[in-house]
């Protein structure tokens, strides 16, 4: 019985140091801080650095819950909501428009490749486009945020990746 016993503990503390290890593992990095757009390291693809104006920083902030990721100005902004429990992420354009407020909102697909790397998915509504994918990779020191995109405009693609550097003191 002793042996039988002791076995069982030594069991249970092995499958709870799994478990413990693939949820340490799962939960992602912080992400949050302050993300300038580096050009020179950038591949914009088709498109020039003047044509990513609205990107050239990014604000991330992060929670237990929810990684937003927020680019723009007063004029178009978008968020993208990453959300990690279990509830369904979204991506919200803001746009002025004729001196005329918009607001969009998508749902975004979120598959985690790691603790420092996600792939989002938009799929827009009713099929009118093929989805665009982003990956958002930050590194293993947290200095460089990366963004990897793949859009799809009928027979064309575009495809390029946004390098970004943190801001001292973020």
Known sequence: ????SSTVIIM????????????????????????????????????????????QILTISQTADEIDIKSGDSTAATIAMLRLNGKSS???????VNEIATVSKSELTTQWINDHAV???????KGTMPPAIKTYTISQDLQTFIIDYKL?????????????DKQPGN
């Not at 979204?90 to 002025?96: D, K, M, T």
């Not at 027979?155 to 970004?164: A, D, H, M, V």
């Open 1 to 4: 019985m002793k042996y039988i």
């Open 12 to 55: 249970a503390a092995f499958v709870f140091f799994i478990n413990y290890n693939l949820y340490a593992q799962s939960k992602p990095v912080n992400f949050s801080g302050q993300w300038h757009l580096n050009e020179s390291k950038s591949d914009f693809g088709r498109l020039t650095a003047a044509s990513a104006k609205n990107v």
């Open 90 to 96: 979204q991506l919200v354009s803001h746009a002025v």
């Open 119 to 125: 792939i989002v998915t938009l799929d827009h509504p």
């Open 152 to 164: 799809k405009y009928g027979e064309s693609e575009l495809t390029g990746k946004l390098i970004y």
